[in-house]
């Protein structure tokens, strides 16, 4: 039986309570952990450091990532920063990065300043309904080895979109195993804007994902858009890695086998179709706080279609065709990293062959 306390005839000094502090974000959103990142695409390999950060409360978050490529022997950053207590989520983004055109000494400088929100619309456990609305600001240079040629302003000015996700991931799946994406926006690029001429353009991105020979995943994805008043190059085809949706002019950057900018156009559409085959589940520390998590196989086939309407000139389709052995690794127990080798085989207005090594989803 426990001891019954006895009072005593003296009173307790009193406990002093815990300081407490004031409540400050921003201390909270000092940088805790750096971390080595890596990019690789289009004959250029970007390494460089990433850091963020998150307050308590979880309403202010940023992360800062900085490259230098190889390639193109020039810096790259990419500022985001999102708050979320309001209604809308809203963010900010600042980013300068440089693509570099392979096989020659020429790359492509985009500078870059967003202010975007999310509103929610219908949220379910199934299915998920945001409108989406920016401000854009974006300067494009050509370089030329030692020279900097500013290329026309078209792309200042504002994003209005709406998103539809039912997608859901498996725990045994490599990425989402069921459900479709779809997600239409258009754009107005008003003169008034700092823009050569006025344009405006819509698109729509579909993507459905297919359970098939579980955990196997059969991935779609179909890309339509169009531009008015935007100039005959306004849209690049070609690359190794579909954008995100959303506040996005670039959707035909899936064209494996096919660099950046292999073809331009201001209205085409892209399909895309994968198989994603988990082989091993490996689970295994490679380096302090990075494991491999599993390989996996992804066979593919690219198509796509540019076409403007000078003189009634409309370019033939591309296609490619390829695999991609893909590993992923785990970074401190959280955070997923893909890196891919693979093959891919182009053909239709040109063939080649193509070696290609790069990170990330390709969508």
Known sequence: ???????????????????????????????????????????????????????????????????????????????????????????????DSVEYYSGSDTAGRTRELKLASLWPLRLRRRAQIHAYADLHLEKQTFIDGPRQLPLPDLRNGFHLGVR???AREWYDSVSPSDGVT?????????????????????????????????????AVRLAVARSWDAGPTFYPMGGLAARGALGNDRPFALLRGFASGDFRGDRGWQLNLEYRLPLLRVEKSVLPAVSLDRIWLRPFLDMGRLTYRIMGYEQPAAYSAGAEAVMRLGIGGLAAYDIA?????????EQRWSVFMRTGPSF
């Open 1 to 95: 039986m426990p001891d019954v306390p006895v009072p005593s005839d003296r009173e307790a000094a009193p406990v002093p309570a815990p300081a407490s502090r004031p409540y400050r974000p921003w201390r909270d959103l000092l940088p805790r952990w750096w971390a080595p990142v890596l990019r690789l695409g289009d004959g250029d390999i970007q390494a460089g450091l990433a850091t963020g950060g998150r307050d308590s409360l979880g309403i202010h978050s940023y992360s800062l990532e900085g490259y230098y490529g190889t390639g193109s022997r020039r810096g790259n950053f990419l500022f985001q920063y999102a708050f979320d207590g309001l209604f809308p989520t809203l963010w900010l983004v600042l980013g």
């Open 164 to 166: 539809f996700n039912s």
């Open 182 to 218: 779809l997600a239409a926006q258009g754009f107005l690029h008003a003169a008034g804007m700092g823009n050569d001429r006025g344009n405006r353009g819509v698109q729509a991105d579909l993507r459905a994902y297919l359970p098939l020979f579980r955990p196997g995943v059969l």
């Open 341 to 349: 080798i693979g093959t891919a085989y182009g053909f239709g207005p």
